[in-house]
């Protein structure tokens, strides 16, 4: 275990925009993540592989401070955060996409981009954001409920975008879409990565993380036990298939 750990801390290079070292985390007495180490360097994409219960989720969810008790140290952009408040977090510069998306159901999509606050330079203005997403420049007018499970998670993740929001926490943004949409979702994370934002991924197929991602952690009974380059991704199909039971 020590051998793993120390391996995905030297997996990268240089500075990371966030820094997570022995995290803990808890929903009331239950206790969730066991020390969890990652790193997401800048301008990268970066995936949370596990089954489930593995402590994806309760990963993003910590990083914004939406658990309960946390202990440890999440350093994003070189300030530490782990006392921080959830508000606080997000105007620092992180954005979450929950996996239930959380979109306004009474607004239309126009109004759902513009609902929430800009936070920091860089984010997309809504020309760009509808160049990027066509298919929500179609439905502008459309309310929340009219949309597609594939249009709600575009919506919910160019909603982040336009925030200047520069590092994205996204939670199964596949999950349940037609596979069509699944390589829309796939192009869309490239376009983002291309345009200098970050990105950590929670995922279950690794075929389609395989296509987005620069370096998968995988995550077992709360505590991360590997790191796998993408180019390494192949040939580590066999310990992968043991973590993952696939």
């Given amino acids: 275990m020590a051998e793993t750990l120390e391996r995905a801390r030297s997996g990268t290079a240089g500075a990371a925009l966030l820094e997570v070292r022995n995290l803990e985390a808890w929903y009331g007495e239950s206790h969730i993540l066991h020390g969890v180490d990652i790193d997401v360097m800048p301008g990268e994409v970066v995936t949370l592989l596990g ?7 309760t990963t993003l969810r910590a990083i914004m401070g939406l658990t309960g008790k946390r202990s440890g140290s999440i350093r994003f952009e070189g300030r530490e955060t782990v006392n921080l408040r959830s508000d606080i ?19 239309n999509v126009t109004e759902n981009l513009m609902l929430p606050p800009v936070v920091k330079p860089g984010g997309l ?30 919506l919910a993740i160019a909603r982040i975008l336009r925030t200047g929001a520069n590092l994205l926490l996204l939670d199964e943004p596949t999950e349940g879409l037609a596979p069509v949409i699944v390589q829309q979702i ?10 200098g934002f970050t990105v950590l991924l929670v995922e279950q197929n690794f075929r389609f993380a395989q296509t987005v991602a620069d ?32």
């Fill in 125 to 154: 203005d809504l020309g760009t954001i509808y160049k990027l997403f066509p298919n929500l420049k179609e439905r502008a007018s459309s309310q929340g409920t009219k949309l597609s499970g594939g249009e709600q998670q575009m």
């Fill in 51 to 57: 089954r489930n219960g593995a402590g994806k989720t």
């Fill in 215 to 246: 370096r998968h952690y995988v995550m077992e009974h709360g505590r991360v036990v590997d790191m796998v380059r993408n180019e390494e991704l192949n040939a580590s199909l066999e310990r992968l298939h043991e973590y993952l039971g696939v």
């Fill in 186 to 195: 796939g192009a869309m994370i490239r376009e983002i990565k291309e345009r």
């Fill in 89 to 107: 977090i997000g105007r620092a510069g992180i954005g979450y996409c929950p996996e239930e998306r959380g979109i306004f159901a009474s607004l």
